[in-house]
């Protein structure tokens, strides 16, 4: 193999303050990198690192569709126990700007679990218990 994994995966958004805040306040990532000549941020929760973008708001702004859309079709992460999964779904209900799409429920037949939601700045997120899978 030629490559060892992700170095980092960059995310255009619609509000870079409101998703930098969405990890960094709401999911506890640590906030590594700002310039704000770009715009971007860098955030990271020790394990993943996300580069975020700023959109151009000058310009019109096409939102996601998982349907039609070529690339991302959203960034899934993982938890380690259901009752994290329970309470942080809690927190991302009463979170500005959160579109849910689905509660946490079951993956599959189960046992694991899952919800699904988009955060304040366009991205489509899964959070995922794998229930020891």
Do not use: C
């Not at 509000?15 to 000549?37: C, S, V």
């Not at 971007?40 to 019109?60: E, F, I, K, N, Y």
């Not at 702004?61 to 126990?81: C, P, Q, W």
Request: zero cysteines; a negative charge; aromatic letters at 8%.
């Amino acid at each position: 193999m030629t490559t060892k994994g992700i170095n980092h995966l960059g995310l255009t958004v619609r509000d870079l303050d409101q998703t930098t805040a969405f990890f960094t306040e709401l999911l506890g990532w640590k906030l590594q990198a700002r310039d704000d000549a770009y715009p971007r941020t860098t955030v990271s929760d020790g394990t993943a690192r996300l580069t975020l973008w700023q959109a151009d708001r000058t310009r019109p702004m096409t939102e996601f569709d998982r349907k039609t859309n070529i690339g991302l079709h959203h960034v899934a992460l993982e938890v380690e126990s259901e009752e994290e999964l329970l309470d942080l779904a809690a927190r991302i209900r009463t979170w500005p700007g959160i579109t849910i799409e689905f509660e946490p429920e079951f993956l599959g037949g189960g046992p694991r679990k899952h919800m699904m939601f988009t955060e304040p700045g366009g991205i489509r997120l899964e959070i995922i218990w794998p229930a020891g899978a």
